[in-house]
């Protein structure tokens, strides 16, 4: 795998008059189960552990996307466009009271986020596919997904849950991610802490490295795996294999 350091990144894109998008570089690579264990090992000697994270420095990831009766956010991540963006909500661990509706976006090859907690009825009503409530909000992502619900016809489509451990690194703002144990539920089962699930790759482990304007050293040598590299790797593209 081979991991370099840049120093060229695009500036910050507006989406809005009011919020302002800071594009981070991606990498990601799809191990093996033994080699995200030796990895795991070496980066606790390195870097700092989330500190979100609990007592085995890991913590469960819950997401629920969304999608149109064509699956384009599914169709433009397997074709590779270049703009694209998709939906989600999202909560960790096993406590399911504090949701955050995401919205990821890709842009020449760097990505971005925009999230906004949702409120407990707001959730509910939304998950009954109820959305008007949405209308009545002043957040403009809620809005946003408000006019792509009505307009687009954006429905739930997916849940994806995983294990992650992640490390950080101040400088360049590094954020290194291992997720194992990927599984997909029926979407009515989102809210639910343990529900029936399906395990989709129990073999591999999913590397991600996040970095602002460059790739400091360090970590480009402490993520070198032989022989592998850089590849797309979308967990919810692996899910939505078993719809």
Same mark, same amino acid.
């Given at each position: 795998? *081979?991991?370099?350091? *840049?120093?060229?990144?695009?500036? $910050?894109?507006?989406?809005?008059?009011?919020?302002?998008?800071?594009?981070?570089?991606?990498?990601?690579?799809?191990?093996?189960?033994?080699?995200?264990?030796?990895?795991? =090992?070496?980066?606790?000697? &390195?870097?700092? +552990?989330?500190?979100?994270?609990?007592? @085995?420095?890991?913590?469960?990831?819950?997401?629920?996307?969304?999608?149109?009766?064509? @699956?384009?956010?599914?169709?433009? /991540?397997?074709?590779?466009?270049?703009?694209?963006?998709?939906?989600?909500?999202?909560?960790?661990?096993?406590?399911?009271?504090?949701?955050?509706?995401?919205?990821?976006?890709?842009?020449?090859? +760097?990505?971005?986020?925009?999230?906004?907690? +949702?409120?407990?009825?707001?959730?509910?009503? &939304?998950?009954?596919? !109820?959305?008007?409530?949405?209308?009545?909000? @002043?957040? #403009?992502?809620?809005?946003?997904?408000?006019?792509?619900?009505?307009?687009?016809?954006?429905?739930?489509?997916?849940?994806?849950?995983?294990?992650?451990?992640?490390?950080?690194? #101040?400088?360049? !703002?590094?954020?290194?991610?291992?997720?194992? /144990?990927?599984? *997909?539920?029926?979407?009515?089962?989102?809210?639910? #802490?343990?529900? #029936?699930? +399906?395990?989709?790759?129990?073999?591999?482990?999913?590397?991600?490295?996040?970095?602002?304007?460059?790739?400091?050293?360090?970590?480009?040598?402490?993520?070198?795996? $032989?022989?592998?590299?850089?590849?797309?790797?979308?967990?919810? =593209? &692996?899910?939505?294999?078993? @719809?």
């Amino acid at each position: 795998m *081979t991991a370099t350091a *840049t120093t060229t990144m695009a500036a $910050p894109i507006t989406i809005s008059a009011h919020v302002p998008l800071k594009f981070r570089h991606e990498q990601k690579h799809q191990l093996s189960l033994q080699e995200g264990l030796v990895l795991s =090992a070496r980066l606790k000697r &390195l870097f700092a +552990l989330d500190p979100h994270a609990g007592h @085995d420095g890991s913590y469960s990831v819950h997401s629920l996307y969304f999608d149109t009766p064509y @699956d384009r956010a599914l169709r433009e /991540k397997i074709d590779g466009v270049d703009r694209r963006e998709k939906f989600r909500l999202r909560y960790y661990g096993m406590d399911a009271s504090f949701v955050r509706l995401e919205k990821k976006m890709k842009r020449g090859g +760097l990505c971005a986020k925009r999230s906004t907690r +949702l409120s407990e009825a707001m959730l509910q009503e &939304l998950l009954k596919g !109820n959305p008007a409530c949405l209308r009545e909000s @002043d957040d #403009p992502l809620l809005l946003e997904l408000y006019s792509k619900l009505q307009g687009e016809l954006l429905r739930p489509v997916c849940v994806v849950s995983y294990e992650r451990e992640a490390f950080l690194y #101040p400088h360049g !703002n590094v954020r290194i991610t291992l997720d194992r /144990k990927i599984q *997909t539920v029926a979407v009515r089962h989102f809210l639910h #802490p343990s529900p #029936p699930s +399906l395990s989709v790759l129990a073999d591999i482990c999913v590397l991600e490295v996040k970095y602002d304007a460059y790739l400091p050293t360090i970590v480009s040598m402490a993520v070198q795996v $032989p022989g592998r590299q850089a590849m797309a790797c979308s967990k919810y =593209a &692996l899910c939505r294999r078993f @719809d």
